[in-house]
T-cell receptor
């Protein structure tokens, strides 16, 4: 399965600042997604990162708050903008395995704490 | 979109006993149902999945059953061990791009 590297693994941020999370995959993948996992909660899909075009956002998530880039088939970034304490979460990059429909592999996640 | 409900939210069992976690889904067109295990501080990892053309799938101590008529599927873990302690998530497809919607999770604790 694909190997996903995410960074930073964790960070402590000040209110009002922005942070960019990077996701690097060791092979070309068509489908790449960003999920959020709030403390003690499930995984919520933020958006699908589309290569060469704008990301597709889920209800409740907007581009101004969570801008996403996908310059090629192995790399994506998620920015959390103008952060507030409510943005304290784990953000996970995931990719759909070529071998099977809907089989997702996850990165290790980026744990953000906003003070 | 797909709605996935998962029960129970917490489950404690004695080592060696069986554990069952249940999920229901809303979209009758869904055809793929995975289960993920997330250990504390780790990433979710796929442990077993089932496609809609079969009713049951087993892999050693874990099994998944699917009832398409009732739109529910279950995870069965037999002969539980302390290392089975984790949060388990069920999921179902949503959208057209192979995304998944996850259930709310079950914290399984296996007591030695």
């Amino acid at each position: 399965s694909a190997v996903i590297s995410q960074k930073p693994s964790r960070d402590i941020c000040q209110r009002g600042t922005s942070l960019t999370i990077q996701c690097q995959v060791d092979s070309q993948v068509t489908m790449m997604f960003w999920y959020r996992q709030q403390p003690g909660q499930s995984l919520t899909l933020i958006a699908t990162a589309n290569q060469g075009s704008e990301a597709t956002y889920e209800s409740g998530f907007v581009i101004d708050k969570f801008p996403i880039s996908r310059p090629n088939l192995t790399f994506s970034t998620l920015t959390v903008s103008n952060m507030s304490p409510e943005d304290s979460s784990i953000y996970l990059c995931s990719v759909a395995e070529v071998s099977g429909a809907n089989v997702l592999t996850f990165g290790a996640g980026s744990r953000l704490t906003v003070l | 979109g797909e709605n996935v409900e998962q029960h129970p939210s917490t489950l404690s069992v004695q080592e060696g006993d069986s554990a069952v976690i249940k999920c229901t889904y809303s979209d009758s067109a869904s055809n793929y149902f995975p289960w993920y295990k997330q250990e504390l501080g780790k990433r979710p990892q796929l442990i077993i999945d089932i496609r809609s053309n079969v009713g049951e799938k087993k892999d050693q101590r874990i099994a998944v059953t699917l009832n398409k008529t009732a739109k529910h599927f279950s995870l069965h873990i037999t002969e539980t061990q302390p290392e089975d302690s984790a949060v388990y998530f069920c999921a179902a497809p949503t959208g057209s791009a192979r995304q998944l919607t996850f259930g709310s999770g079950t914290q399984l604790t296996v007591l030695p």
